[in-house]
């Protein structure tokens, strides 16, 4: 088990398309063997993966993550998510299909047109008995943990396993 202390948020899913496997995320890309992010998911090469927006607490797209279709019924629901770590933008791959739709707003246009804008790689779990859960992996606009979902983002001591 993994312990550590974090910035804890609460987003929802919107928007859940259906993903070929040429389309995957970076963080789903990144593999050493069939499902080296988890024991439990399909690896990014099998059917029934969803590629499903963030939506911060005014419903509009702040992020994207990759999951198995069985999340597409939590579309709506208040999810935690961790935050992990910083970096510098997103993916074109993992924009591109929300540019068009409606959710994504024209602030989060604006920002990902300046250099160096900002995600934060986050971490989409569940908790059992005190115990957190890996889910998935996405990413969020920095500028996204001010329009979290209640409570506000805070700081929380993490039991991973």
């Given at each position: 088990?993994?312990h550590?202390?974090?910035v804890?948020?609460?987003f929802s899913?919107?928007y859940?398309?259906s993903?070929?496997k040429?389309m995957?995320?970076p963080?789903?890309?990144?593999?050493?063997g069939?499902?080296?992010?988890s024991?439990v998911r399909p690896?990014?090469?099998?059917?029934g993966?969803?590629?499903?927006?963030?939506?911060?607490?005014?419903?509009?797209?702040?992020?994207?993550i990759?999951?198995?279709?069985?999340w597409?019924?939590?579309?709506?629901?208040?999810l935690?998510f961790?935050?992990?770590?910083r970096?510098?933008c997103?993916a074109?791959?993992e924009i591109?299909?929300w540019?068009?739709?409606?959710?994504?707003?024209?602030?989060?246009?604006?920002?990902?047109?300046r250099?160096?804008?900002?995600?934060?790689n986050?971490?989409l779990?569940s908790?059992h008995?005190?115990?957190h859960?890996?889910?998935?992996?996405?990413r969020i606009?920095t500028?996204?943990?001010a329009?979290?979902l209640?409570p506000?983002?805070y700081w929380?001591?993490?039991?991973l396993?």
């Amino acid at each position: 088990m993994l312990h550590f202390d974090t910035v804890v948020a609460t987003f929802s899913l919107i928007y859940p398309q259906s993903v070929h496997k040429t389309m995957i995320s970076p963080l789903r890309k990144r593999l050493t063997g069939p499902s080296a992010l988890s024991t439990v998911r399909p690896a990014p090469a099998d059917p029934g993966l969803l590629r499903t927006g963030i939506a911060d607490r005014n419903g509009m797209w702040c992020g994207t993550i990759d999951l198995d279709e069985k999340w597409k019924i939590r579309t709506g629901i208040p999810l935690k998510f961790l935050v992990m770590s910083r970096m510098s933008c997103f993916a074109e791959e993992e924009i591109n299909t929300w540019q068009d739709s409606p959710y994504f707003p024209d602030a989060a246009e604006e920002e990902i047109k300046r250099f160096d804008y900002g995600v934060y790689n986050v971490m989409l779990v569940s908790e059992h008995k005190g115990v957190h859960h890996r889910e998935g992996l996405g990413r969020i606009l920095t500028s996204a943990l001010a329009n979290a979902l209640e409570p506000e983002p805070y700081w929380q001591d993490i039991l991973l396993g």
